[in-house]
């Protein structure tokens, strides 16, 4: 599981912070914004091809993952500041333990029909 904790402001002055929130190179080709209310659960998918980055925004989730190919089922509590990396062929799902916000940073073109075509459902998590 990749997950970055507690991401900070790089650099602060009288005009505001700065933070980085991801500097690695990676070509990302779509970010949305989703907003999930307390209880939700979101994914119970895997990606045959896309990986995405998820930002907590606000709020909190319970993250789960598993390899397509089989394995334990890892979990973590993401709050605000943190951010988990889903790499293609990775099960995941996402439980909200509170009303949250959240950016998806996708390696992949997230049009309706490329989305379809590379996602296959499964359920990781119970809803």
Known sequence: M???KGIKAEF???????TK?????TAIKSILLI?????AVRA???HKHDSHYSY???????????????GAIQTAVLEQGDMVF?????????RFLEDSVFLAMATKSRSQEDYEADTVRVELVKP
Do not use: C, F, W
């Open 86 to 94: 889903t790499p293609p062929q990775m099960i995941h799902a996402m």
């Open 44 to 46: 119970n998918h895997y």
């Open 12 to 18: 602060t002055d009288v005009r505001g912070a700065i």
């Open 56 to 70: 907590m925004l606000a709020g909190k989730m319970e993250y789960s993952e598993k390899l397509v190919e089989g």
């Open 2 to 4: 990749y997950i970055t």
């Open 21 to 25: 929130i991801l500097d690695n190179g």
């Open 35 to 39: 907003t999930s209310g307390a209880g």
